[in-house]
């Protein structure tokens, strides 16, 4: 199972960025699909997740800015990212479960190598 993600760079704050997330060696549309993070010098933490009937959750600290959604068609999933700040600096990961909302990454069955974010302010 590979779980290739992209989009990532060096953008300034306000900007919009978004990242996408193609799994391989897996069925996508009955996986569980989320977004973590992990900014430079701390713990990986839960950005967004969607279902497998495109319910939705995110941190409180993306909400209103963020968006996940994904393409059964496409096995893709995407997290959309306007309104960036300097403290959405960090490498995001893409991650594969089946409880939702996939909150602790304890929880994640399948890790994408992660793309790097960084905002400039």
């Known amino acids: 199972v590979q779980l290739q993600a992209s989009g990532g760079g060096l953008v300034q704050a306000g900007d919009s960025l978004r990242l996408s997330c193609s799994p391989s060696g897996l069925t996508f549309r009955t996986y569980v699909m989320g977004w973590f993070r992990q900014p430079p010098g701390k713990e990986r933490e839960f950005v967004a997740v969607?279902?497998?009937?495109?319910?939705?959750y995110y941190a409180d600290s993306v909400k209103g800015r963020f968006t996940i959604s994904r393409d059964n068609a496409e096995n893709t999933v995407y997290l959309q990212m306007n309104s960036l700040e300097s403290e959405d600096t960090a490498v995001y990961y893409c991650?594969?479960?089946?409880?939702?909302?996939?909150?602790?990454?304890?929880?994640?069955?399948?890790w994408g190598q992660g793309t790097l974010v960084t905002v400039s302010s």
């Open positions: 991650a594969a479960g089946f409880s939702y909302p996939l909150l602790r990454p304890n929880e994640v069955k399948y």
């Open positions: 969607i279902s497998r009937v495109y319910s939705t």
